[in-house]
């Protein structure tokens, strides 16, 4: 089994920037390929950014360039930094990881707003 728990959201204006960190623990014996998604409200959850074990990365047109993922995989971390954040990024940010089978955190909400 694997538990990942995301932390770092919160509320900031639009421009600003959040760190969010994903910890990945239990059955983990080498790197894994994690992804970060988002749901707004009323909407459909969406691929934000993934990158895969041997470190390759991609990300969605809409936070290209703003949003940088990364990961530390002594620490089976990973990172979505996220700058120049906009109105319409706010979401909670879930982590997913597949090992087995799918497994996802409890999300973080990130809200930018004014």
């Known amino acids: 089994q694997v538990q990942l728990a995301e932390s770092g959201g919160g509320l900031v204006q639009p421009g600003g920037s959040l760190r969010l960190s994903c910890a990945a623990s239990g059955s983990i014996f080498s790197p894994l390929t994690m992804s970060w998604h988002r749901q707004a409200p009323g909407k459909q959850r969406e691929l934000v950014a993934g990158i895969t074990s041997g470190g390759t990365i991609n990300y969605a047109r809409a936070v290209k360039g703003r949003f940088t993922i990364s990961r530390d995989n002594d620490k089976n971390t990973v990172y979505l930094q996220m700058n120049n954040l906009k109105p319409e990024d706010t979401a909670v940010y879930y982590c997913?990881?597949?090992?087995?089978?799918?497994?996802w955190g409890k999300g973080t909400l990130v809200t930018v707003s004014s």
């Open positions: 997913k990881t597949h090992l087995g089978s799918e497994w």
